[in-house]
């Protein structure tokens, strides 16, 4: 779960840096092109396909337009018809779609680890709901399909490693990952972008090459690795902690005011989730033995 952990705070700051120096300035299509880009660039010469079946090769194309390409294209355009509030709280959705994937994908039905995802999406209900407003639909709908989608790329690359194993180090075939993202981003800005608004300061270039080579590059890789790592209900609940670590950060990097009773309560809850999930993993586990 370390990896889980790293990336957690790596994309909570990268949230952050998104809404302080990127939203509403720089086009989000060219943002998410970007950083589709810069992270090929580190994984696409490290691609071996002799010895790795053709069926995990398209997998995990299928599996980067899924979770990079369409989650972020969404994600970015949700906000236009959503406050931040809002699409910080209708991502806490996305633990019960990881859960039912997961049970569909295995053709079963895992009651703890539904009610952990349960549980971690009342945590982040109690940090960030602050209300909706009544114009909200379209971006309902939108945010819920971008989350839908990065459930389904992780939990499709989860069983894609499980179906096709090799014994090859996972860097030699995950640069098919950021082809599939790059099948999604680059026709969306060719048709939606706006060349108008590009990047126009270093501090704005410097972000995007961090979130080329650390939150989408190392992110990703480090993400579904640890996701391939922990069951349904532990990958739910830390899907929903960058929650309170993004508040945390905007609170310690600039100083910003937030309800820290409700990021401790809420934090808690989440953290509970976390708890009551991994002790019911070993009591099942131990009942094996």
């Not at 990703?220 to 069951?231: E, P, Y």
Request: net charge positive; charged share 10%.
């Amino acid at each position: 779960m370390r990896y889980l952990a790293v990336i957690t705070v790596v994309w909570a700051l990268s949230f952050n840096l998104i809404g302080a120096f990127l939203a509403g300035r720089v086009d989000s299509d060219f943002a998410v092109l970007t950083r589709v880009l810069i992270a090929g660039v580190v994984f696409w010469p490290l691609l071996r396909p002799a010895g790795t079946a053709w069926q995990r090769m398209l997998g995990t194309v299928v599996c980067g337009a899924l979770q990079f390409g369409l989650t972020y294209l969404l994600l970015y355009r949700s906000f236009g018809y959503l406050t931040v509030p809002e699409v910080l709280l209708f991502t806490i959705f996305t633990p019960i779609y990881i859960t039912l994937l997961d049970d569909a994908f295995a053709r079963r039905f895992t009651p703890r680890a539904s009610l952990a995802a349960l549980i971690a999406i009342a945590g982040s209900a109690i940090i960030r709901f602050d209300g909706i407003s009544a114009h909200f639909l379209a971006g309902f709908l939108m945010l819920q399909a971008a989350n839908l989608s990065f459930a389904l790329g992780q939990i499709g690359y989860k069983w894609l490693l499980l179906r096709y194993p090799s014994t090859r180090p996972a860097h030699e075939s995950f640069g098919w990952f950021f082809v599939g993202a790059l099948l999604v981003a680059l026709p969306s800005f060719l048709i939606f972008g706006n060349p108008a608004r590009l990047p126009a300061t270093a501090t704005q270039w410097s972000i995007l090459v961090y979130m080329g080579l650390v939150a989408s590059a190392l992110g990703f890789f480090w993400w579904n690795k640890g996701a391939s790592q922990v069951d349904a209900g532990t990958l739910g609940t830390m899907n929903n902690m960058h929650i309170p670590v993004g508040i945390l950060l905007h609170v310690l990097i600039w100083g910003q005011d937030e309800n820290l009773w409700r990021l401790t309560a809420g934090g808690a809850v989440m953290a509970l989730a976390l708890w009551l999930n991994e002790h019911w993993r070993r009591n099942v586990a131990m009942r094996r033995t």
